[in-house]
């Protein structure tokens, strides 16, 4: 029937939506690479930070179980503050609760199983969520998974010669260390702000973090600024 409407009309077929491109391994590790020396240098911060709190051994295995830095350090900030662990689990979760909807903003993309998608989602974080996105809604899976690789490699590698070779580091601020955490983020947040609504996002959720840090606990004021990316939403 469609043909027969089509010749007609004299109106020419047209060929199936191609399906987006998705970037190969090779591709996405060369994406990541850039943000390794920062989540390197994050690492051993940490590393450092960690280790007369929690001993040697704890530090790496959260690094490589949790790998989440802000959701790591919050913890870290907790313990130190004379904390028991359910708080520090608590402040960590909150950070990390950020990744809901930034996993519901991908799972559309990815593909195969429950089990499969889910793995792919493992590799979802803030570095690879910026360079994987396409602008339209839709992500880039090669580039969300494969550019992760290097950053965990980076993550995990600093958490250890921070925490063996913390001794002579001593002081992270001495180094500028303590600087790489937000100068970071900041690298994320320039990348994305190609918009005015990315823009107005960015500064409202700021300034919800900012009146938040005062009077909420770690990680609340983090998740209330995610509020304003709804300021991208529109009514269909």
């Known amino acids: 029937m469609t043909t027969e409407c089509q010749v007609q009309t004299g109106a020419e077929p047209q060929p199936p939506a191609a399906h987006p491109h998705v970037s190969d391994r090779r591709s996405g590790i060369r994406a990541g690479l850039p943000f390794a020396l920062a989540t390197f240098t994050l690492g051993i911060s940490f590393g450092v ?17 949790v790998f989440g830095g802000a959701a790591q350090f919050a913890a870290l900030s907790a313990l130190a503050a004379g904390a028991g662990a359910p708080a520090a689990i608590v402040s960590g979760l909150l950070l990390n609760a950020r990744f809901l909807p930034m996993g519901f903003a991908v799972g559309p993309s990815l593909r195969g199983r429950p089990l499969r998608r889910a793995a792919q989602g493992q590799a979802l974080v803030d570095a690879s969520f910026a360079l994987a996105s396409r602008g339209d809604g839709s992500f880039d899976r090669g580039l969300l998974v494969w550019s992760t690789a290097p950053q965990a490699l980076a993550w995990i590698s600093g958490t250890i010669v921070g925490v063996l070779g913390g001794a002579a580091i001593a002081d992270p601020q001495r180094y500028g260390l303590d600087a790489i955490f937000p100068a970071f983020y900041l690298a994320l947040l320039a990348e994305e702000a190609g ?18 840090m005062p ?9 209330a600024a995610s509020v304003a990316a709804l300021i991208g939403l529109r009514r269909g």
């Open 49 to 65: 930070l960690a280790e007369p709190v929690m001993g040697a051994v704890a530090p790496i295995v959260m690094s490589i179980v």
């Open 195 to 212: 918009s005015r609504k990315a823009v107005a996002a960015a500064l409202l959720g700021g300034a919800i973090a900012f009146a938040l």
């Open 215 to 223: 009077v909420a606990p770690p990680g609340v004021p983090v998740i």
